[in-house]
């Protein structure tokens, strides 16, 4: 079965740096784009960037672009997201799903990492 195993979050001040770590299993990983999601408590799960399979076709959402970096190991099954210069409103759970733009397996979340940005 697809499973998704976040890790990589943490408290951070305002202007710090995090990388976080996705590994997947169950689907043939180097086949499918993937992409970082974050959700707080009172919003749904938003897009934040993806790639396709072979780390192109890149994209972000318009308030992390030029901050976070996307990419992909395939032959690790891992996507990481590089976040710099973090503000308060990147404090959310990030998750990270198949697909480019659209959760491939959007019943298959994993349980996310934290990210908490604060002074």
């Known amino acids: 079965q697809v499973r998704f195993v976040e890790s990589g979050g943490d408290s951070v001040q305002p202007g710090g740096s995090l990388t976080l770590v996705c590994t997947a299993s169950?689907?043939?990983?180097?086949?499918?784009?993937m992409s970082w999601w974050r959700q707080t408590p009172d919003k749904e799960r938003d897009f934040v960037a993806g790639l396709d399979f072979s780390g192109g076709a890149i994209n972000y959402a318009a308030s992390v672009k030029g901050r976070f970096t996307i990419s992909r190991d395939n032959a690790k099954k891992t996507v990481y997201l590089q976040m710099n210069a973090l503000k308060p409103e990147d404090t959310a759970t990030y998750f990270c799903?198949?697909?480019?733009?659209?959760?491939?397996?959007?019943?298959?979340w994993g349980s996310g990492t934290r990210v908490t940005v604060s002074s």
């Open positions: 169950g689907f043939t990983f180097s086949a499918f784009g």
């Open positions: 799903n198949g697909g480019s733009w659209t959760p491939q397996w959007g019943d298959s």
